[in-house]
């Protein structure tokens, strides 16, 4: 399954479907970008991160995706599982001396099918 | 290891009255943020400590609100004069650096209700 980030906030997959989850940042001269999953009750929790030199970027399970030409980020997620349900936020910043310092998306609730 | 750490979890109070909220940062962490969250929203930079500096308070949103960091550890975010505006989840995040490859961890938030 796939999402448009901001315009489709919620993406359901089927457990074992491969999900993407898409984000159209703002700021073209973003340098940093990463994606936190949230579950309810929970403060945001880190998954992967990617820096504006890259375009690629391969965690366990999980794909970053950055096309700076389109100002677009994607998040893949490989055999998605019942766990993975959260909501899924995108984030930038720029300027290396403060990567703490982000500009979250309103996030994509990802819900997984048994 | 311990993550961090916010209180209270909850707290509701009355229009107008001041609240406090706490964080505890990861031991070791020179970076602290404070972060708030409205209801389905994404997350809004508020404030930003690292080490002795001087914080970072371009996103604080008026002048009621204020935060603390003493002794390079523990932070209290305070809001005066509380309105219903502000009820949100606030959430306090820490990293190792203000660095690239040093990504925030989150505390769990302090959810706050303004009656």
């Known amino acids: ?114 | 290891g311990a993550g961090v750490s916010q209180s209270p979890s909850n707290k509701v109070t009355e229009k107008g009255k001041d609240v406090e909220l706490r964080c505890d940062p990861i031991s070791g962490h020179t970076a602290l943020y404070w972060y708030r969250q409205s209801l389905g929203q994404g997350l809004e930079f508020l404030i930003y400590f690292q080490g002795n500096s001087a914080p970072d308070k371009s996103g604080l949103p008026s002048d009621r609100f204020s935060a603390e960091r003493t002794g390079g550890s523990v932070s209290t975010l305070t809001i005066q004069r509380t309105q219903q505006e502000d009820s949100a989840v606030y959430l306090c995040a820490s990293s190792l650096t203000r660095q690239v490859n040093s990504p925030l961890h989150f505390g769990n938030g302090t959810r706050l209700t303004v009656t």
């Open chain 1, 1 to 114: 399954g796939e999402s448009v980030g901001l315009h489709l906030p919620t993406l359901s997959v089927q457990e074992g479907d491969n999900s993407i989850i898409n984000c159209a940042y703002s700021n073209s001269a973003s340098d940093y970008f990463i994606w936190y999953k949230q579950e309810s009750g929970k403060g945001p929790q880190f998954i992967i991160d990617i820096r504006s030199n890259m375009d690629k970027r391969q965690g366990q399970r999980v794909t970053v995706l950055l096309n700076k030409t389109v100002k677009h980020l994607s998040l893949q997620i490989a055999a998605t599982q019942p766990g993975d349900s959260a909501v899924y936020f995108c984030a930038e910043s720029y300027g290396s001396s403060n990567t703490g310092k982000l500009i979250f998306g309103q996030g994509t609730t990802l819900q997984v099918k048994p």
